[in-house]
Nanobody, 124 residues
């Protein structure tokens, strides 16, 4: 069982930066691949970024490549998402997720556990 709690969301102007953090409970955190998803109003939840259990492999959706960076600290049971050069279209609720496979967690069905989400709003 893994419980996930996101933090770090907020309101920022276009071009600004935010750092989201996801704190995980449970002694098996280091065995999970971790991912970030987002859901904008009226839209489906979509994949943003994923990282393997040891941090050696990362994936990003095309729209955030070069702007967002996912990282993890297995000693602290945290996974972060550094978001730079934010755009109004990045506005969404951001969710942290844990799954058994770095490949499969790039889809909603590949996530075994979800956080409650944190709101990110980017103003133009």
């Amino acid at each position: 069982q893994v419980q996930l709690v996101e933090s770090g969301g907020g309101l920022v102007q276009a071009g600004g930066s935010l750092r989201l953090s996801c704190a995980a409970s449970g002694r098996t955190f280091s065995s999970y691949a971790m991912g970030w998803f987002r859901q904008a109003p009226g839209k489906e939840r979509e994949f943003v970024a994923a990282i393997s259990w040891n941090g050696g492999t990362t994936y990003y959706t095309d729209s955030v490549k070069g702007r967002f960076t996912i990282s993890r600290d297995n000693a602290q049971n945290t996974v972060d998402l550094q978001m730079n050069s934010l755009k109004p279209e990045d506005t969404a609720v951001y969710y942290c997720a844990a799954g058994r496979s770095t490949v499969l967690i790039r889809s909603i069905s590949g996530a075994d556990y979800w956080g409650q989400g944190t709101q990110v709003t980017v103003s133009s």
